[in-house]
């Protein structure tokens, strides 16, 4: 069975850190691209971050560029996302996602082949 879980969300001040992980397995993580994507209250997806499945590029949405970091580990099938200097915007169920398709990683190609069911992220004061 094809599985990615997140973990790692929560509460957080403003200007907090807090770093997210995707526990993926059933299937071969190393092969695929990996995303995240994030889905605050009453609005669409988007696309926040993507990491190639050698792990050597990795790509950011203008809104997160400088604060978070994307990273995995193929050894422990694990996707990470270090985020930084939250902001309240940042507020939003943050999902993995995986696919085999060469935008997956680069932007919001929504060509993704399996999901996570996400973990939520809130940042307050």
């Known amino acids: 069975e094809v599985q990615l879980v997140e973990s790692g969300g929560g509460l957080v001040q403003p200007g907090g850190s807090l770093r997210l992980s995707c526990a993926a397995s059933?299937?071969?993580?190393?092969?695929?691209?990996m995303s995240w994507v994030r889905q605050a209250p009453g609005k669409g997806p988007e696309w926040v971050s993507g990491?190639?499945?050698?792990?050597?590029?990795?790509y950011y949405a203008d809104s997160v560029k400088g604060r978070f970091t994307i990273s995995r580990d193929d050894a422990k099938n694990t996707l990470y996302l270090q985020m930084n200097s939250l902001k309240p915007e940042d507020t939003a169920v943050y999902s993995c996602?995986?696919?085999?398709?060469?935008?997956?990683?680069?932007?919001?190609?929504?060509?993704?082949?399996?999901w996570g069911q996400g973990t939520q992220v809130t940042v307050s004061s």
């Open positions: 059933g299937f071969t993580f190393g092969s695929y691209d």
């Open positions: 996602a995986a696919g085999l398709g060469a935008t997956c990683a680069t932007g919001p190609s929504w060509e993704y082949d399996y």
């Open positions: 990491i190639n499945s050698g792990g050597g590029s990795t």
